[in-house]
């Protein structure tokens, strides 16, 4: 591995200066734990500050990027909590990863899968890739970037649709959208990324470095403002009755019954 200890994210470093990253937690649909954050954190810190490391691939595997924030974690927790949470931290430290981030996406990329899935500067997916911001099921809404990323890259309306209603977005539509940038066969998505990286990383590693901050500068001064605001909606959501129903439900396996409390 490239970080010595981590078992949420599998890593190879290859003579091609690409670092190819693996979320691996498949029986919980590879849900971001605040382990397996602070893993992608280190990973990328590490990555930041070596050369041997030009391009960075991310990818879930064949079957599921990731299906957000893993939901049992979010069971007990207060705004206070929200707000002292180290998660902002790696969050932080996914968005300030200066090199360029290749997504490979197959399957669900949901809530939080589908907010770190934004924080790829290039996503490729598969056919079978399923885009949702659902966290309103569960009395919340997103938490990491999702409704200002989302809203930058495919608009409003389709925005709207998808974080109010909790509809997901067929690999197709989102290629149609912006949101991706080609769509292949399941079975590929990983090896297009891929071959996408090592174009990139025979590249000056300076200029594409420059490249990248430049292309983010093109929507990072409006960013700064909607994620401070997003961030404390979603802590606010957290002292409501229908958050705690919302994640009950999902955990027992039942209809949630919302009150507006
Ligand atoms: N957190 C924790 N566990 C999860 C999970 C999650 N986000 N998503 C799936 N799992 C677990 C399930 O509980 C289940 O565990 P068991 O085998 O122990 O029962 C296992 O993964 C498999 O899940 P399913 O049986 O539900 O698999 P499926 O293929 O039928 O459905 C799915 C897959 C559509 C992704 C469905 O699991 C689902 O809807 N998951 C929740 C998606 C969601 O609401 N994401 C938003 C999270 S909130 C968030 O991300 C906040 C934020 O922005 C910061």
Known sequence: PYLDGCTDILSELDDKYVLSLRLNRPKARNALRTQLLHE?????????????????????????????????????????????????????????FNKPLIGAVNGFCLGGGNELAMHCDILIAGKNAQFGQPEINLGIIPGAGGTQRLTQMIGKSKA??????????????????GLVAEVCEPELTYDKAYALACVIASKPPVAARLAKESVLKASDALLAEGLAFERKAFGTLFATEDKAEGVAAFMEKRKPVFKGR
Request: with cysteine; glycine share 6%.
């Open 160 to 177: 709207m649709r998808m974080v109010l209603a909790a509809q997901f977005m067929s690999a197709e539509d989102a290629e149609k959208a």
């Open 40 to 96: 992608l954190a280190q990973t990328l810190g590490k990555a930041n500050r070596d050369e041997h490391v030009r391009c960075v691939v991310l990818t879930g595997g064949e079957k599921v990027f990731a299906a957000g924030a893993d939901i049992t974690e979010m069971a007990d927790k207060t705004p206070v909590d929200v707000l002292n949470d180290p998660r902002a931290d790696h969050w932080a430290a996914i968005r300030t």
